[in-house]
């Protein structure tokens, strides 16, 4: 897997994920994040949804973004076992196409997702250095951190479509549900239309960045 992966160059994704410090900080990095997301639906609006009031079976369909960063840590530490070794030295198993698959899906529609939720509802957020600027910011983080993905993994057909009917009934739960993120304004139908959009979106650009094949077991 030597060639190059998307618009990232792949020697950015070598310092990134061949290396013990940069790699153990990204994995830092993500963790701390995830928890500064989980506060954020800890301490959310009067009259909005919480973790507190959410079945702990579906947090991770309620806090979107923390759990997008969950799936990314998991996807990146799974290369801990390799470190000093090449990304083209680093094995696939169907297990891992599914998670890397997913998690490339989680981080592109949650990143983007942000950057189009608080521009539908802009005059309630804009123009507030934070809950503006600083969320759309940190947020395309994530799409740029999805960008690693394909140098070190694949997917198969049925990652893509796992992903995609993940994707999916994560929207119906949103909206269908009540089940979407805290917001300033209601969602109405412009925001679900959007992110049922930015979800097959999200899984066109996985199939698009990531090769995909069968990956070959190994047996013992």
Do not use: C
Not at 58 to 87: C, E, I, Q, R, Y
Request: proline share 8%.
């Amino acid at each position: 897997m030597s060639e190059q992966r998307g618009p990232l160059p792949r020697r950015y994704a070598r310092y990134y994920l061949e290396q013990t410090p940069s790699l153990v900080w990204l994995l830092v990095v993500n963790a701390v994040a995830m928890l500064v997301g989980v506060r954020f639906y800890v301490e959310t609006m009067p009259g909005q949804k919480q973790l507190a009031d959410v079945s702990t079976f579906l947090w991770p369909l309620f806090a979107d973004s923390p759990a997008a960063l969950f799936l990314m840590t998991l996807s990146v530490a799974t290369l801990l076992p390799f470190l000093g070794k090449s990304l083209d030295e680093v094995p696939l198993t169907v297990p891992l196409a599914y998670l890397h698959t997913i998690a490339l899906v989680w981080l592109v529609k949650m990143g983007l997702w942000t950057v189009v939720a608080l521009n539908i509802g802009f005059d309630a957020y804009f123009p507030a250095p934070w809950a503006y600027f600083g969320i759309i910011i940190t947020h395309l983080g994530f799409v740029a951190e999805g960008l690693l993905v394909p140098h070190y993994a694949r997917t198969t057909k049925g990652a893509l479509v796992t992903a995609l009917v993940l994707a999916l009934g994560n929207d119906v739960l949103d909206y269908g549900f009540g089940y979407h993120p805290p917001l300033r304004y209601d969602p109405g139908l412009v925001l679900p239309l959007a992110t049922v959009a930015l979800s097959v979106l999200s899984v066109g650009i996985a199939w698009r960045l990531l090769p995909v094949e069968k990956p070959v077991q190994k047996t013992s």
